[in-house]
């Protein structure tokens, strides 16, 4: 069995990305609409900000997985939802998580009570 802090992580993973997947509603980099369930909660950043409402939003499979995050026009997404302020204040967390960011068991518990629909 794994352990509890991986399986608490995956559950938050699981809501927050439902949560992201409906709150956008279509891929942000080629705005094709799909239902939730086949939409994917995609990072700006990889590996770091797993649980950022601005550095997570919706794609379809083929711009996240296939085209990498489609990140040229997430880019450009990004800066216009964001302004310039809050995206370059995106890549100064995205610096800070770089260097470690271990959640605890209630940070992933305060995770799955705010983002559960």
């Not at 705005?31 to 997570?56: M, S, T």
């Not at 800066?79 to 610096?95: E, M, Q, S």
Request: glycine fraction near 4%; charged fraction near 30%; proline fraction near 2%.
């Amino acid at each position: 069995m794994r352990p509890k802090l991986a399986r608490l992580k995956d559950r938050a993973w699981n809501v927050f990305s439902l949560w992201i997947r409906n709150r956008d509603k279509k891929c942000v980099t080629c705005d094709k609409v799909l239902p939730v369930e086949l939409l994917q909660a995609g990072h700006f950043f990889h590996g770091v900000l797993d649980f950022d409402e601005e550095n997570i939003n919706a794609q379809d499979a083929r711009c996240n997985k296939w085209l990498s995050g489609n990140l040229a026009i997430y880019s450009t997404y990004l800066l216009k939802k964001l302004g310039k302020k809050k995206f370059d204040a995106l890549n100064i967390r995205h610096y800070k998580a770089m260097k470690g960011e271990i959640k605890s068991e209630q940070d992933y518990l305060n995770i799955i009570e705010k983002y559960k629909i």
